[in-house]
């Protein structure tokens, strides 16, 4: 894995294999490691977005007897010049060019993953506290924890996801059969078993890179974690949190491009009669 992706996607606590984390310079005393200055993508809360950020500073603390460094990278937004993004993460004692050396963050601020957007918050409301305690939880390297939480706002929330699902395809001009196939969902207590009655029903404008984020939420939460370690289970978790946040953004999109579109026909049809 390449430092700038690891610096992106890897949630604290996990070890990876990193090439190109050091490159050499030279100043007057000869060749000299310096972390590799990459330009990742992070979440800019003061942009609003997705942008590049560049290494601002960093420093390292090599412990006297013990095998290892902490170095403590802060990125900067490059367009704002105001966000900043810090990861500590654990390294090899001495920096080096060889590839693959074992990395783990040890943290991330703020959280891996991005802010959390209100829209997700709202949506799982009134339990979204768990779904923050999921959060810090990942943020940690705790995937068994953030999986059991996320798991939980999932169920207990089950109802209302099903029935802001049900008001989108509603919006999108669902006719009564599939809205029926709602309330069966609705009927159902478990959210898996719920998913089998609407997964067909479910607006594709909905779907997140072409995947239907219910079954990918069926097939996360399916999974048997009690073999899985913090490790393996923490990309499950990432990935329930990633399917949650982009089915909200998306349910919000469709009402609101809807609602949009109700008012400029509104508006369209209140000039026709100004006109006659
Ligand atoms: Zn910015």
Redesign the pocket.
């Given at each position: 894995m390449e430092f700038k992706q690891f610096l992106e996607a890897v949630p604290p606590g996990k070890d990876e294999a990193v090439d190109g984390v050091w490159v050499e310079i030279r100043d007057r005393h000869g060749p000299m490691p310096v972390l590799n200055r990459v330009r990742p993508a992070f979440y800019?809360v003061?942009?609003q977005g997705e942008?590049v950020h560049s290494l601002e500073d960093s420093s390292c603390v090599q412990p006297t007897y013990a095998d290892m460094s902490v170095t403590t990278a802060v990125f900067v937004?490059s367009?704002?010049q105001?966000?900043r993004k810090v990861i500590p993460f654990l390294g090899p004692k001495y920096a080096t060019k060889e590839p693959g050396v074992k990395l783990r963050k040890v943290g991330e601020y703020p959280p891996h993953g991005g802010e959390t957007p209100s829209r997700v918050l709202t949506l799982l409301r009134p339990h979204h506290d768990l779904f923050t305690k999921g959060r810090r939880a990942e943020n940690q390297g705790m995937g068994i924890g953030a999986f059991a939480y996320y798991r939980q706002v999932v169920e207990k929330s089950k109802d209302r996801l099903i029935d802001e699902i049900a008001r989108v395809a509603h919006k999108l001009g669902a006719d009564s059969s599939v809205l029926a196939t709602f309330a069966q969902a609705r009927a159902e207590r478990q959210f898996v078993k719920a998913v089998g009655f609407i997964k067909d029903a479910i607006p594709p404008s909905l779907f997140i890179g072409s995947q239907n984020p219910l079954l990918l939420l069926h097939d996360a939460l399916s999974r048997d974690i009690h073999s899985g370690t913090d490790e393996s289970t923490l990309e499950v978790a990432s990935a329930i949190r990633t399917v949650l946040v982009g089915l909200s953004a998306r349910m919000g999109a469709a009402l609101d491009d809807e609602a949009e579109m109700e008012a400029a026909v509104k508006s369209l049809l209140a000039r026709q009669k100004d006109a006659r």
């Open positions: 800019c003061t942009c942008r937004c367009n704002c105001v966000h």
